[in-house]
């Protein structure tokens, strides 16, 4: 699950959301909102982690952590995140200062996902799958043959690569489809944050990408989540 309150109808809270979708199955939740200051978004995170512990779900927050400071200040080390996973963004490289229990990373190409396996990262989300309404114009899109082929070049170079999300635009009628095309799971957040009905559409992604999974070959398991959901 990828936060983003500014999606969020009025009438919601983005709590209610995120407690909706992990009743609806969301594996995980990944707490962005970088804009909100650190005390607002600590206790943000202390919610969400609430929820995660009470669902069994992942708990996992995006770079930069609470109490990093700013690039242009010196660094230093970050508020530790009990049980919490860690999400990097792609020009993140320091992962001395990065300790969690799963570590992923923003990726959006091949040599992306070969720099993620050589750094042991436990999963990365690929971006974008589709035109997304969260972030028009962001892009190129991979599209399923792209993703197929992103992913093919990676492992020809990797055999092993860590557990990789299909992000971007990512809508209940598609998402077995992108596991199809090779991702491991899927990575939503427009679809669920403007949702009228977040736990339907949450049991809906998770419906398709499990059928889509179990149509799959046994595999060795991987070490990242199934899906990190919205």
């Keep these: 699950m990828v936060t983003d309150r500014t999606q969020v109808p009025d009438d919601r809270d983005l709590l209610d959301v995120v407690g909706a979708a992990l009743d609806g ?15 607002e978004r600590a206790a943000l995170v202390d919610a969400v982690g609430r929820l995660c512990t009470a669902h069994d779900a992942l708990l996992v927050v995006a770079a930069p952590l609470l109490g990093r400071s700013r690039p242009e200040q010196s660094p230093r080390a970050p508020r530790p995140l009990a049980g ?7 020009v993140d490289v320091d992962l001395d200062l ?7 990373r923003s990726c959006h190409g091949a040599a992306d996902l070969v720099r993620a396996a050589d750094d042991g990262l ?16 962001y ?21 092993s690569l860590p557990a990789v999300l299909a992000l971007g635009g990512v809508e209940p009628h598609d998402a077995g489809r ?8 899927v990575a939503v957040m427009g679809a669920v ?11 809906a992604l998770v419906a398709a990408v499990d059928a889509a999974l179990a149509q799959r070959p046994p595999q060795r398991p991987r070490r990242g989540p199934r899906a990190v959901t919205t």
């Design 139 to 159: 892009g190129p899109a991979l599209g399923y043959a792209g993703l197929r082929r992103t992913i093919t070049t990676a492992r020809r170079a990797r055999r």
């Design 122 to 137: 436990d999963y990365v989300t690929l971006s974008p799958v589709a035109a997304s309404a969260s972030k028009p114009g």
């Design 84 to 90: 919490a996973g860690v999400h990097l963004r792609s």
């Design 178 to 185: 992108w596991v199809e095309a090779g991702a491991d799971g």
């Design 25 to 39: 199955g969301a594996g995980g939740v990944l707490v962005r909102e970088r804009d909100l200051p650190a005390d």
């Design 193 to 203: 944050m403007r949702s009228t009905d977040p736990r339907a559409t949450t049991r």
């Design 98 to 104: 990065v300790s969690a229990s799963v570590v992923g």
